[in-house]
């Protein structure tokens, strides 16, 4: 049965920001039918919901994220060397198809209650990962890792890549799952890896390829030590700076890198709030945008930011330019909520399908609550989303024409069991920690 949503706020997020005071929204099937201003034409046949002044807007596109790894939230904090102190020796004893699978539903859950309808993910057992999307009714871009630092899933890259065959195998032609291949970033690859990434990635044009790139001062150092370049500069010499690619951070790019960047059709998923809390500094988002590179608003994984919400990336993404420019000026709320959906959807390269609400797209959308006096009055409505509104605003989730929560309640996912069983692994993992921490 066709849905009519009426009495909204519409935030279309089409090429003129049309924003509809009082609209409404006609869905059939899995595709937005009609959108438009006052009264909705009458229909009998369709499903009416009144929207009482809520807000309806694109679902928001999360272009990085690790969604197994929500399961080490908050393990490690403060501690410069707890990659290699915590977090690597657990994923090599810990990681396993059941622990992705767990993870992955926990994150999820909190994806979906966040208003997030489509993910960029990229980790090991990526296929469970698929498979998690699906049945969560999520949309996703799903990466299998490749990395030399004996991951939990593949010994060696010849078997990293039949991790990613089978991943491709499972989901092409998927209608909101796309497989991907992640190798893991500049120095835990190596140019021979990324050459032969490229060379595969030409070969199947419509898996596309993410990476870490430009993301730490070691990186510097290791592309120096080896190239004597920068890591853009090492991604470009392997043939792996390529239309599609999905880059992470580009934090530490200088204008050469930016123009390179762009001449080649790289988007960028900016992770603040993670950069921000490992001290490695702000992405200048505003020179790669003026550039022409599309940048989406990513969460990186919950060990890095602690949370998978996008809402409480938006001040941090806006403050820290504002920071950079000593200026109110830089990176306006409406450009924020841009990337946030159609712009993030350009980084995944989905916005044909998804980012806005236009007749023909997804049904990919979401509808804010504005009962909270926190949220009046509203001058700006994007300043309002970006500074005032926060998840639990999020009152229903549409996937496709299908809903995914309604008043909260998530439909696709039982929260209980969910919950039990990452609290469960997360007891494991703080038993191993305490091992650690006594040297046994
Ligand atoms: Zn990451």
Redesign the pocket.
Known sequence: MPTLIKNAIVITLDAEMAVHDRGWLRIEGDRIKAVGAGDPPLDFAAEVIDADGDIIMPGMVNP?C?MAMSLFRGLGEDVDDRLFRYILPIERKFVTAEMVRTGSRLAALELIQGGVTTVAD?YYFETEVGRVVDEAGLRGVVGQTLADFQPPDHASFDEGFERVEELVAEFSGHDRVTPSIAPHAPYSTGVPVMARVAQWAADHPDVPVQM?LAEMESELDWCAKNHALRPVEVVELAGLLRKGLIA?HCLLVDEADIAALARNGVGVAH?AR?NGKAGRGIAPIEAMRKAGIPVGIAT??AM?GNTLDLFSQFAPVSIFQKLLGHSRKPMPAAEVIRMATIEGARVLGLDARIGSLEPGKQADLIRIDLSAPRLHPIYDIYSMLVFAAIASDVRDVMVAGRWLMRERKVLSLERKKVLRDALQIASALKAEMTAIDAGR
């Open positions: 990085h690790h990229m870490h992470a992770n993670s990186d994984g890095s």
